[in-house]
């Protein structure tokens, strides 16, 4: 029994850091078959419909089958585990994506470095998805305490969601590129920080 339940679980953390070597692996190769890892690959990997749709698909497949294989009085507490991985996930690819838009871009400049970064937007709309998708599966589990977190975790997506959209408003030439850059950099900033904060307890262990 025991031992299913490790396969159950190793299984689902597979599935959970699936988007990682998925997007690795793809990044890899474009860099290689192209000679280079620029930031036309990185807008080519994170602007990629199919490597979002298999990233959505993973993290899915993932908790479902935790919570399938799973006896309904540990059922709440694989809810609680599985926010805290897209929690966790959500940064952590946020942060990924940062880091791989710098090599990317090497020395340009710093609005040129934010536009590569906003121009791949699906990195900001899988993490705003699975912020969104953490809060969505344990409100049944706290509806109690729902009204205490719900605002900051909403404010949190619309800040990540609105990122993109500030960025490509006005790109035709009516709003300076390093005013959209600006914008959409601190509605970013703003929207990882309101995560970090309103969940920083998803990062210290829980003590048995």
Do not use: H, W
């Amino acid at each position: 029994m025991e031992t299913k339940s490790s396969s159950i679980e190793d299984a689902s953390f597979l599935l959970f850091i699936l988007p990682i070597i998925v997007s690795g692996a793809f990044a890899t190769y474009v860099a290689v078959t192209s000679s280079a890892f620029s930031a036309e690959t990185y807008v080519a990997v994170t602007s990629n419909s199919i490597v979002f749709l298999i990233a959505v698909v993973a993290v899915c497949a993932g908790t479902l089958i935790e919570l399938y294989y799973s006896s309904p009085d540990v059922r709440s507490r694989k809810l609680d585990e599985n926010a805290r991985r897209m929690q966790r996930l959500a940064i952590v690819t946020l942060i990924l994506s940062l880091a791989a838009a710098l090599v990317a871009i090497r020395s340009a400049s710093l609005p040129v470095y934010l536009g590569t970064f906003l121009t791949g937007r699906y990195p900001i709309l899988y993490s705003a998805l699975l912020v969104f998708l953490s809060f969505l599966i344990v409100v049944p589990v706290r509806i109690r305490n729902v009204g205490k977190s719900a605002a900051p975790t909403a404010l949190s997506i619309i800040l990540l969601l609105a990122a993109p959209i500030v960025y490509f408003v006005g790109s035709g030439g009516s709003i300076a590129f390093e005013i959209r850059a600006a914008g959409a950099t601190v509605l970013l900033i703003l929207g990882l920080v309101l995560i970090i904060y309103t969940n920083r307890k998803l990062f210290e262990r829980k003590t048995v």
